[in-house]
């Protein structure tokens, strides 16, 4: 027997397919579990692995029906293509090289797209990926997570309002210690890939864990890096790619701003923070307590304002799912972007504008995070030479 109303539900989420995220993969599993959250998206094909029987065996395990495990993710896009009820949305889970022509296969296949970060491993690929995206018409959504954290949701509504007044200063830093001895050595599935130019592109932790912290700056001020001074290093010996960045910034309306993000700061788990200082006041954030956001203003005691609590505004609510002092955090910012996403399908489904008040990362913060990277590797190859980001 149905039970009541289970049906009407099932027939209303998006059809998603994924390619990676398999047995051993961190992310896609993540990206398994945000996409349900809200319940707006059913997991129903896959092509979980490069290897067949790998696809085949990571299908098995999370209950995914073995007719629609593709060995390929040409294989997939072909055959979902001739189903009726063949995926709507498909998710990149797989390591960076593999995002662009992932992508270009479903967007020209007339798929929608949600892409783990960074979009590409070069900013010419994300350039022509942007462009493609654009003559498909489809939804291209790149999952930088932390932008649907509540308060940092509320922070960019207090910026935009003016609670700061003009921005003058920015800092960002992103550290941890998971890279502090050479984990790509102990077999580690993750850090073998993400110190591989070849899989990860030009940018080690900058491109792994800086372009987070980039975009959070830019995403909360609503400012554009102009350009950057950049000194990457990598300390670990026999590293490919750098495991530690400092920079200065510059930003289109005069800030100044630093940015240091690392994975070698022995002590630090996952120290991803934000400051912002206006003419009239400060803001401070950090994801390990992400429920929280500091507000001075100027001339005023440091006040605490929490998700939900007396302070909180529309913004934090509107993506906030349970009541105040129940800490929501890590998955829960994933199931926003995830849940905004499936807003945005529907619209371009039924040819209808998207909701007010979405704010969710698309095709052009992709472009942005590749120009931040490349312009942080030229600045430093130049010695810190200061370097206009090419978008």
């Known amino acids: 027997m149905a039970i009541e109303g289970r049906d009407e539900i099932h027939a209303g989420r998006i059809r998603l397919g994924m390619v990676g995220g398999g047995q051993g993969a961190f992310i896609g599993a993540v990206h398994r579990i945000a996409s349900r959250i809200d319940d707006k998206f059913e997991l129903v094909a896959g092509a979980l692995s490069s290897t067949p ?230 803001l401070e954030w950090s994801q390990e307590e992400p429920n929280k956001l500091w507000y001075t203003p100027l001339g005023e005691p440091r006040r605490l304002l929490t998700r939900g609590g007396a302070g909180a505004g529309p913004a934090a609510a509107a993506v906030s799912r349970i009541p105040a002092g129940h800490p929501e955090g890590y998955l829960e910012g994933f199931a926003t972007i995830y849940g905004e996403a499936a807003e945005l399908i529907r619209a371009a489904e039924a040819g209808r504008a998207p909701p007010d008040g979405l704010a969710l990362p698309g095709i052009e913060d992709g472009v942005d995070g590749l120009a931040f990277i490349e312009a942080c590797v030229k600045s430093s190859d130049e010695d810190g030479a200061w370097t206009r980001l090419g978008r």
């Open 53 to 282: 029987e790998k696809a085949k065996a990571s299908a098995a395990e999370i209950g995914l029906d073995s007719k629609r495990s593709y060995g390929t993710y040409e294989e997939m896009a072909t055959a979902e293509l001739a189903r009726d009820d063949g995926i709507q949305a498909v998710a990149i889970v797989t390591p960076n090289h593999m995002h662009f022509p992932v992508a270009k296969r479903f967007l020209e296949a007339g798929f929608h797209v949600i892409c783990d970060k960074p979009m590409t491993t070069t900013l010419a690929e994300a350039k022509e990926l942007a462009a493609i995206a654009r003559k498909a018409g489809k939804v291209f959504v790149l999952t930088h997570n932390y932008t649907g954290y509540p308060m940092i949701r509320q922070a960019r509504a207090m910026v935009a309002g003016g609670d700061l007044g003009r921005i003058r200063v920015v800092v960002a830093e992103y550290a941890q210690d998971w890279l502090a001895e050479r984990a790509e050595d102990a077999g580690s599935k993750q850090a073998g890939w993400r110190v591989d130019p070849a899989k990860a592109g030009a940018g080690g932790a900058i491109g792994d864990i800086g372009t987070h912290a980039h975009n959070l700056a830019t995403y909360v001020t609503g400012l554009r890096v102009e350009t950057l001074s950049a000194d990457l290093s990598t300390f670990v010996s026999g590293r490919q790619l750098d495991d530690n960045a400092s920079m200065l910034l510059r930003f289109e309306n005069g800030a100044k701003g630093m940015l240091w993000a690392s994975q070698v700061a022995v002590g630090n788990e996952n120290g991803l923070t934000l400051r912002v200082y206006g003419e009239k006041g400060g």
